[in-house]
Structures are given as structure tokens and as C-alpha cells.
């Protein structure tokens, strides 16, 4: 077991490395930098004069082996725009963004489970129809699209909850359900199919036979076996939840580092979008790596074996 | 009816019977390609032609709608049904070529990772899990700002966004396979590697590959209306789905049907496409279930 975490380590940081190459790259696909950063009508002398200041001169290695011992050290360069070290910019907004991620897997999770479950106890009945009729518009609704609809529902038309912003819980609710759906749907069609896989083990057999009530038989035999799968999944889908968020927020102007990134990416602060994907990606890449490693801690089969 | 083998039709009964929701699904995208395919012929009015005296117009059903523009109007004149149908041919030309691309790609490098391995093997999975690491709408939404949006970067950045699955689900299969006696019969009887990838190998991956194919269109469909939506999808005046719904947003409550409709629209298809797939993968490859 010692062999497999060093292993899944060393992964973790080759991908790492992988992110921190992208994220450089990200400068040179847009051409010269010095082209983006100079006002238009700059001389040839100073354009010259920036390159050599900045070392844009320098050869690539060169360049990215400066680019990542400024990484590690947390330094991605000054936002163009904003004047400040891109690093506390992002910072600042993680917060708000995390709120909203984790709000919508939970949701997510807490809406999928008992929908899974009813679905595969229920399975070929109308209810089974039902939740499987629920998880096929969510993995195919845009949830921008159920985003706006759910602002001119609940916000203009009702006027329940608010239109945008971050404040009280109430403005959570919104973006995260516009988040949760695709995921939500998608978890309830594992749980349901590993639910049924796992009703069908003898030792749930064993359980009925033994004369306990079906409710102790789902939720304390069944059910924990059922969420193994789900705690991968969710760990996987972490990714695509931040993706997700980088179009919600924009939809409702949520502070956080989505709206953020893409301000960013549309006024070419690229300091600010390299700092923003090597940040979000990193936190991917430890995000599955939490995953696995739990997911060695809760299988006894690979934790002993 | 001769034109059609009796094996396919056998097959395609069968899996009408089976799965009445996988013919829903086929209907709905013949549907959708015919819309693209035929645009010219289906779209009642020309979709970037502006006419300011007919602005913001209903629906036919509503008051003050008529019948020469069906879905209504948008800010510009501009008649929502025929727009409809030519963001029909976007949406189809870059989920289908990315996710033909993707799986070209992926399913070479699967097939090298998963028959030849070695170190050659290991480095293209380290780059799909790299690849996989990423949050895929920001890495695609980052290279579109920075290369440019057009038809044709849409489709690279969207291939990059689909390569791996192939190549994962590819990569696991062949190494199932090449450990099966008919191929170790054939290595044994002196094939090529080549010989018994395109003859033994590939033959055999084709239908998960063909069930992966239909899901990641569906996909690429989703990412690039929310690209067109953030504003980087294919550049106006051609009309994109994602960018209609965008453009509705300033209208939502005096005229919420310019971006009701085109959300209709891409829902309804990836639903299609997705009962499609769905359909297929329990025809062609029940064990495929538990992969994707």
C-alpha cells in the first residue's frame, strides 16, 4: 500500500508539472507579449528595450524554469489590468467560488442519493421512470440556459429570491442548483445502477433472511456499499463542477475566481490566466488525489491487501 | 427494401422493441441533421437579415404574432425559427468533427498505450490524465480567447477536450484484448502487430467506440453553446445557438422567447442524441455501462 501511495504521488506532481507547462504556454499562443502589454504605436527600441527587461528574450527553458520557480513561490506576475500580484486577486475570490462548488456537490449528492435508491428499489415501476426521466433532462439541460430560466422564474417574475450577487444564503440558491443539475443527474444514474448491482449480493440475501427490516437492510448493508463508487465519481466530477462554475458565475456575477477568469481571458491579463488555470487545475489534480488515496481507506480490500 | 440487409434491420426492430426512448432519440437527431442539412429550404426568412420595423415580435400563438416569423423576432428583426435552423448546422459541423477528431486521436494513442505499453504507453497516459486534470470549459475558453474563435479553432479546442475518453476506454480494452486466446492464436501463427490491430483489435473496439462518439457529441454540443454563450464561439453574424440564448438575456422579460427557444433547441437535440446512445450502448455493449 506504501508502493501505491508513492506511486499515486508521483503522478500527482508529474501532472502538476504538465499544468505548470500549459499555463506558461498560454502566453505564447496569443503571439508577442510584448505586443499586448506595450500600448499600440510602440517604437521598435522599446519594444526591444520590454523584451530584454522581461526576459522574453531568453530561451524558452529559460523562460519556464523562471516561470515555475515564480510559481512555487506563489508569484504569477502582475495583472496587467488591475496593477496587483495575480495571486492575491485569485485569493481573494477562491472563497466565494469554493461556497458555491461545494454547495452544488452537496446538493447534488444529498438530491441523487435517495433519488438513485428509490429508482433501483422501485426498479421498472413508474418511480424508477420517474428519476430516470429527472436525470436525463439534467444531463442534457444547458445549465445556463436553466440558469436564466430560473431568473426570469423566481427572480422577475416572483420575485423571490435575488437576480445576482453574493450576499445572504438566498442568492446561493440559484447558481448552485444551475451547477448541481448536470452532476445531480449523472450520480443518480450510478447510484441507481450500483444500488441494484449491490441488492443483488448475498449478503443483502443474508440480511432479508435474518429477518431485518428492509429500511436497516438498505441503509446500513446497501446503501454503504453503493456510495463507494460515488465518492470516486464525485472526487472525478470536481473539474467539471469548477467548469460549471466559470459559466454560472458569469450568468448570475458571482465574485469568484470563474467570473474573475473569464474577465480576465477576454482582456488578455494573461498573468491573471495563467495564475487562475494553474491554480483551479492544481486543485483538481489534489482534489483526485484526496480521492484515491480515501478511496484506499474506505475499501478494506485495498487497504489490507 | 431490398436495399437494406436483413441482419441491420433485424437489428434495428430489435432495438426499437427494446428501447422505444433510442428511436425517440434517432427521430429527434434525424431531425436536427435535417434541419442543418436543408436549412436553406426550411428557413422561412434569411437568419442575419436585420428588419427593424418588425423588432421583438411574439411567437405566432401570442398577441401581436404572426405566422411569417413562427418563433417570433428578435432585437435586430431578425426572424428566431430560421436562425434556429442554420445554428443548427454550428452546433452539428463542430460536436461531429471534434468528437470524429477526438476519437482518431484517442484511439491511436489508446491503442499504442494500451498494445504497445512501455514507456511510450505511459507518457500518453500521463498526458491524458494531465489532459483530464484540467477544467476542460476554462482550458478551451483560455485557447479560443487566445488563438481566436472560429470554425475552425472551435473544433481543435473541442477535440482537445475529447481525445482522452477514447483513448482511456480504449487503452483498458486493448490490454483485455491482446491477452485473448484468437489473438495470441494469431501472433502465434506470425501475424504483424499492424495485421492484428486493424483485423483482431479494432474490429472489436468499434461499437464502445461508436456509444462514446454519440455521448461526446452530445457533450461538445453542451461546451460550445456555453462558449457561443460566453461570447467565444463562432463569430457573428452567423447564428449559433449559444449566442442567441446570450443575446435574449437583455430581453428576458419583454421578449424571453429569443433565448427560451434556442435552450429548447439544445436541450431537446443533446436529449436525442443522449437517449440515441444510451440505446445503442445497451444494444451493442452492455458491459460498456459501467465505463462511461
Given at each position: 500500500?506504501?508502493?501505491?501511495?508513492?506511486?499515486?504521488?508521483?503522478?500527482?506532481?508529474?501532472?502538476?508539472?504538465?499544468?505548470?507547462?500549459?499555463?506558461?504556454?498560454?502566453?505564447?499562443?496569443?503571439?508577442?507579449?510584448?505586443?499586448?502589454?506595450?500600448?499600440?504605436?510602440?517604437?521598435?527600441?522599446?519594444?526591444?528595450?520590454?523584451?530584454?527587461?522581461?526576459?522574453?528574450?531568453?530561451?524558452?527553458?529559460?523562460?519556464?524554469?523562471?516561470?515555475?520557480?515564480?510559481?512555487?513561490?506563489?508569484?504569477?506576475?502582475?495583472?496587467?489590468?488591475?496593477?496587483?500580484?495575480?495571486?492575491?486577486?485569485?485569493?481573494?475570490?477562491?472563497?466565494?467560488?469554493?461556497?458555491?462548488?461545494?454547495?452544488?456537490?452537496?446538493?447534488?449528492?444529498?438530491?441523487?442519493?435517495?433519488?438513485?435508491?428509490?429508482?433501483?428499489?422501485?426498479?421498472?415501476?413508474?418511480?424508477?421512470?420517474?428519476?430516470?426521466?429527472?436525470?436525463?433532462?439534467?444531463?442534457?439541460?444547458?445549465?445556463?440556459?436553466?440558469?436564466?430560466?430560473?431568473?426570469?422564474?423566481?427572480?422577475?417574475?416572483?420575485?423571490?429570491?435575488?437576480?445576482?450577487?453574493?450576499?445572504?444564503?438566498?442568492?446561493?440558491?440559484?447558481?448552485?442548483?444551475?451547477?448541481?443539475?448536470?452532476?445531480?443527474?449523472?450520480?443518480?444514474?450510478?447510484?441507481?445502477?450500483?444500488?441494484?448491482?449491490?441488492?443483488?449480493?448475498?449478503?443483502?440475501?443474508?440480511?432479508?433472511?435474518?429477518?431485518?427490516?428492509?429500511?436497516?437492510?438498505?441503509?446500513?448493508?446497501?446503501?454503504?456499499?453503493?456510495?463507494?463508487?460515488?465518492?470516486?465519481?464525485?472526487?472525478?466530477?470536481?473539474?467539471?463542477?469548477?467548469?460549471?462554475?466559470?459559466?454560472?458565475?458569469?450568468?448570475?456575477?458571482?465574485?469568484?475566481?470563474?467570473?474573475?477568469?473569464?474577465?480576465?481571458?477576454?482582456?488578455?491579463?494573461?498573468?491573471?490566466?495563467?495564475?487562475?488555470?494553474?491554480?483551479l487545475a492544481t486543485g483538481v489534480v489534489l482534489i483526485n488525489l484526496i480521492v484515491d488515496l480515501l478511496y484506499v481507506w474506505l475499501d478494506p480490500r485495498i487497504r489490507l491487501g | 427494401m431490398a436495399a437494406i440487409p436483413a441482419p441491420l434491420l433485424a437489428r434495428a426492430l430489435r432495438l426499437g422493441r427494446r428501447s422505444p426512448l433510442a428511436v425517440i432519440g434517432a427521430v429527434i437527431v434525424g431531425l436536427v441533421i435535417m434541419a442543418a442539412v436543408a436549412a436553406p429550404l426550411l428557413a422561412t426568412s434569411d437568419p442575419i437579415d436585420q428588419d427593424l420595423t418588425v423588432v421583438l415580435k411574439p411567437p405566432f400563438w401570442l398577441e401581436d404574432g404572426s405566422v411569417q416569423h413562427p418563433l417570433g423576432t428578435d432585437h435586430l428583426g431578425r426572424d428566431v425559427y430560421s436562425r434556429l435552423v442554420y445554428g443548427a448546422q454550428i452546433s452539428l459541423t463542430i460536436s461531429v468533427l471534434a468528437a470524429l477528431l477526438g476519437a482518431v486521436v484517442g484511439v491511436v494513442a489508446g491503442l499504442v498505450a494500451g498494445y504497445h505499453g512501455g514507456r511510450l504507453g505511459a507518457i500518453i497516459m500521463r498526458i491524458v490524465d494531465l489532459n483530464l486534470a484540467f477544467p476542460l470549459i476554462l482550458l478551451a475558453l483560455a485557447v479560443v480567447a487566445l488563438l481566436g474563435a472560429s470554425l475552425k479553432n472551435l473544433v481543435i479546442v473541442m477535440t482537445i477536450t475529447t481525445w482522452m475518453i477514447y483513448a482511456r476506454v480504449v487503452r483498458g480494452l486493448t490490454l483485455a484484448l491482446r491477452e485473448r486466446e484468437f489473438v495470441q492464436a494469431v501472433r502465434a501463427l506470425g501475424a504483424h502487430d499492424a495485421r492484428i490491430i486493424t483485423r483482431h483489435v479494432l474490429p472489436n473496439l468499434l461499437a464502445p467506440i461508436l456509444v462514446i462518439w454519440t455521448l461526446e457529441v452530445a457533450r461538445v454540443i453542451l461546451m460550445e453553446s456555453a462558449l457561443s454563450f460566453l461570447g467565444l464561439g463562432v463569430p457573428p453574424p452567423t447564428p449559433t445557438w449559444g449566442r442567441m440564448l446570450a443575446e435574449g438575456r437583455d430581453y428576458l422579460t419583454v421578449a424571453g422567447w429569443i433565448s427560451i427557444f434556442p435552450g429548447i433547441a439544445i436541450m431537446v437535440t443533446v436529449l436525442g442524441i443522449n437517449f440515441l446512445g444510451d440505446g445503442l450502448r445497451d444494444l451493442l455493449d452492455p458491459q460498456l455501462r459501467r465505463q462511461t
Open positions: 500500500m506504501r508502493a501505491y501511495i508513492a506511486a499515486r504521488l508521483a503522478t500527482a506532481v508529474l501532472v502538476v508539472l504538465g499544468v505548470s507547462i500549459v499555463s506558461f504556454c498560454l502566453t505564447f499562443l496569443s503571439g508577442d507579449p510584448a505586443e499586448i502589454m506595450l500600448p499600440p504605436g510602440a517604437t521598435a527600441e522599446h519594444i526591444a528595450k520590454f523584451r530584454a527587461e522581461w526576459g522574453y528574450d531568453d530561451p524558452l527553458l529559460v523562460q519556464y524554469g523562471r516561470f515555475l520557480s515564480r510559481a512555487v513561490q506563489g508569484d504569477f506576475g502582475v495583472s496587467l489590468r488591475h496593477g496587483q500580484s495575480s495571486l492575491p486577486l485569485i485569493a481573494a475570490r477562491l472563497p466565494a467560488t469554493l461556497q458555491l462548488t461545494v454547495t452544488a456537490m452537496l446538493l447534488a449528492i444529498v438530491l441523487a442519493v435517495p433519488l438513485g435508491v428509490l429508482a433501483a428499489t422501485h426498479r421498472g415501476g413508474p418511480l424508477d421512470l420517474l428519476a430516470m426521466g429527472v436525470a436525463l433532462l439534467g444531463q442534457s439541460v444547458p445549465n445556463f440556459w436553466l440558469a436564466i430560466m430560473m431568473i426570469l422564474l423566481f427572480a422577475v417574475s416572483w420575485g423571490l429570491l435575488p437576480t445576482s450577487g453574493r450576499g445572504g444564503p438566498a442568492h446561493v440558491v440559484m447558481p448552485a442548483v444551475a451547477i448541481a443539475i448536470n452532476l445531480m443527474a449523472l450520480l443518480t444514474r450510478l447510484v441507481r445502477t450500483t444500488m441494484i448491482e449491490v441488492l443483488a449480493e448475498d449478503y443483502v440475501r443474508t440480511g432479508r433472511g435474518k429477518g431485518l427490516r428492509e429500511v436497516m437492510v438498505l441503509t446500513r448493508h446497501a446503501l454503504p456499499n453503493a456510495l463507494i463508487p460515488l465518492v470516486t465519481v464525485v472526487g472525478l466530477q470536481f473539474g467539471y463542477i469548477l467548469g460549471g462554475a466559470v459559466v454560472i458565475e458569469t450568468v448570475f456575477t458571482w465574485p469568484g475566481v470563474g467570473l474573475f477568469t473569464i474577465q480576465a481571458i477576454l482582456n488578455r491579463d494573461y498573468p491573471v490566466v495563467q495564475a487562475s488555470v494553474f491554480i | -
